[in-house]
């Protein structure tokens, strides 16, 4: 990947970037028996480029965040409030894909709760991952952690992420839907011919 280039703590990057060097060949892999609807192709890349910026810069110190920030008067760079409410908003459409193909939940009011428990339950263990990363990492682990002096950082992650899966499921259940209805007719009818 070309951000491990000039980065700025190569910890950071590995740290911040794992789910893209897993993520990415395992949806290759797989692309043939289980592939994604386009939607959520087109989020996991943005949510890609997300990570791989924080992990470049580290999110304390991501140019775009310093510039909202200034331009709005904040005390901390907003990148890494950022890349929680995607954290929250990306993973929505994965889990709400994965549950509607995979098991009985497709058009059940269970749906939507579901979906946004196993957000908060992900990035409650993205937000242990950290804990352990500040034990055994001690002050190194800071440029991780991005914390910028936030007691009630991890409470404030865990929030954005809650706000990006109840966000991602209000605004794109409907066109979620739809993607998933023309993945279906591609995968079960891939060559496009009507059957009599």
């Not at 965040?65 to 008067?73: A, K, Q, S």
């Not at 002096?149 to 706000?163: E, K, P, R, Y």
Request: charged share 15%; proline share 5%; glycine share 8%.
């Amino acid at each position: 990947m070309a951000s491990a280039w000039g980065a700025k703590d190569p910890t950071t990057w590995v740290l911040e970037t794992v789910w893209v060097m897993v993520g990415l060949p395992l949806t290759l892999l797989l692309r043939k028996r289980f592939p994604l609807s386009e939607l959520l192709c087109c989020l996991l890349a943005v949510h890609a480029l997300v990570l791989v910026v924080g992990g470049h810069y580290t999110y304390a110190e991501v140019p775009a965040g310093e510039w909202v920030r200034d331009w709005l008067g904040l005390e901390r760079n907003p990148y890494d409030r950022f890349g929680h409410l995607m954290q929250g908003f990306v993973p929505a459409i994965l889990v709400r894909e994965l549950l509607i193909r995979t098991s009985p939940l497709r058009g059940s009011r269970w749906l939507a709760p579901l979906t946004v428990c196993a957000c908060l339950a992900f990035s409650a263990v993205f937000e242990m991952l950290e804990w352990a990363a500040a034990v055994t990492g001690g002050q190194a682990a800071d440029a991780f952690l991005a914390t910028q002096g936030d007691v009630w950082d991890t409470q404030w992650d865990m929030f954005c992420a809650l706000i990006g899966a109840t966000c991602s499921l209000l605004l794109l259940s409907r066109v979620h839907d739809g993607s998933l209805t023309r993945l279906e007719r591609t995968t079960l009818n891939p060559a496009g011919s009507s059957s009599s």
